[in-house]
Nanobody, 119 residues
Framework: QVQLVESGGGLVQAGGSLRLSCAASGTIFSTDVMAWYRQPPGKARELVTSITYGGKTWYESSVNGRFTISRDNAKNTMYLHMNNLGPEDTAVYYC?????????????WGPGTQVTVSS
């Protein structure tokens, strides 16, 4: 089992920056993929960015160039540096870990952290 806890959310003005952290407890495998999702008010949860154990990253187009995902495997911690934030980035941000095992992928979620960007 893996437990995930996000931190670092808050209120920021448009154009500002925030850094989110996700601390994972339990055993992390080299096949685990970690990701940040977000759920804007009244909308569905969406994938924002992901990172493999080896550091390969993917970004959703609207955040590419503004957000940077990273992970410290020694600390079992993932980060999301968010720059040039806009009101459209307002959402609850969730940490996710996906663990593939043959044809089955188990996913773990954190409780989420609120990010609010004021215009």
């Amino acid at each position: 089992q893996v437990q995930l806890v996000e931190s670092g959310g808050g209120l920021v003005q448009a154009g500002g920056s925030l850094r989110l952290s996700c601390a994972a407890s339990g055993t992390i495998f080299s096949t685990d993929v970690m990701a940040w999702y977000r759920q804007p008010p009244g909308k569905a949860r969406e994938l924002v960015t992901s990172i493999t154990y080896g550091g390969k990253t993917w970004y959703e187009s609207s955040v590419n160039g503004r957000f940077t995902i990273s992970r410290d495997n020694a600390k079992n911690t993932m980060y999301l540096h968010m720059n040039n934030l806009g009101p459209e980035d307002t959402a609850v941000y969730y940490c996710n870990l996906a663990r593939p095992f043959y044809a089955v992928t188990t996913t773990f979620w954190g409780p989420g952290t609120q990010v609010t960007v004021s215009s």
